[in-house]
């Protein structure tokens, strides 16, 4: 019985190793870009199974997505973006998830967007009363890349946002609108406008979680939302925290 089990001892090793290979390998997936200096670039994102984040790499460039929870859909737009949904913890009954649009320019990633493009809390029939209508909120925002070249490139934003409450119904209220963001090729990024973050906005951090107080006299890019506003900064997006937060 000794021998048989030492036997066994190198055989359960190497299933081991070829197990990890195999959940790598299945967790990893390779993307081909048209880079906007002409070259073609393989971009690999891979999931971290024993730690949160999601791994995007180019070369010897990597960007690490601390706040993804869950990957949802990875596709390429027009062969030089791609464009990555994933889901980030939220609270109870609670949905959240953003939306990453990269390039890649001189081996380098490029964050061209990153928004949140999810949001869902609902109470609806949480204590299983059929019919009973409690609180109740949806905001959802969808791209189309419009234009083939990164002097007609433009970014339509499809929003829908509602919220019904009982307790709160004048809160209550149902849109969708339509924001298209321009393409700025010398950076290789949407927005919608350039401003100052003076004196100084909050945004929170995804890589710690910690509120960072971002400001500075140059004009950096800007995406005005209906719902919120995100920042350009040192080549990261970062959403401006309402005062409420």
């Known amino acids: 019985m000794k021998i048989f089990a030492r036997s066994l001892g190198p055989l359960l090793l190497v299933l081991w190793l070829l197990s990890g290979l195999f959940f790598s390998k299945a967790c990893a997936q390779t993307f081909q870009l048209q880079s906007f200096d002409g070259a073609l670039s393989q971009v690999r994102v891979?999931?971290?199974?024993?730690e949160q984040g999601l791994a995007i790499s180019c070369l010897r460039?990597?960007?690490?997505?601390?706040?993804?929870?869950a990957l949802d859909h990875v596709k390429v737009l027009n062969k030089q973006f791609l464009q990555i949904t994933y889901a980030i913890r939220a609270g109870s009954n609670e949905g959240v998830g953003n939306t990453l649009l990269l390039c890649v320019n001189q081996g380098k990633l490029r964050q061209a967007l990153k928004v949140e493009s999810y949001r869902n809390y609902d109470m609806r029939n949480v204590y299983h009363v059929p019919g009973n209508v409690d609180d109740y909120e949806l905001f959802q925002l969808q791209t189309q890349l419009l234009g083939t070249t990164s002097k007609t490139y433009k970014l339509k934003l499809l929003i829908h946002d509602e919220?019904?409450?009982?307790?709160t119904p004048a809160t209550n209220h149902l849109s969708t609108k339509q924001v298209v963001l321009r393409f700025d090729a010398s950076c290789q990024l949407?927005?919608?406008?350039?401003e100052k973050v003076t004196p100084r906005i909050h945004?929170?951090?995804p890589k710690t979680d910690k509120v960072l107080?971002?400001?500075g006299k140059d004009l950096v890019p800007v995406i005005a939302l209906p719902?919120?506003?995100?920042?350009?900064?040192?080549?990261e997006w970062f959403e401006q925290l309402s005062s409420k937060e």
């Not at 919220?163 to 307790?167: G, L």
């Not at 719902?227 to 080549?235: D, I, P, R």
């Open 61 to 69: 460039d990597t960007l690490v997505l601390a706040d993804c929870w």
């Open 227 to 235: 719902t919120s506003t995100y920042y350009f900064v040192k080549g």
């Open 203 to 205: 945004v929170l951090d």
């Open 46 to 50: 891979v999931q971290r199974p024993s």
């Open 163 to 167: 919220s019904r409450s009982k307790t």
């Open 213 to 215: 107080a971002l400001r």
């Open 190 to 194: 949407f927005y919608t406008r350039q």
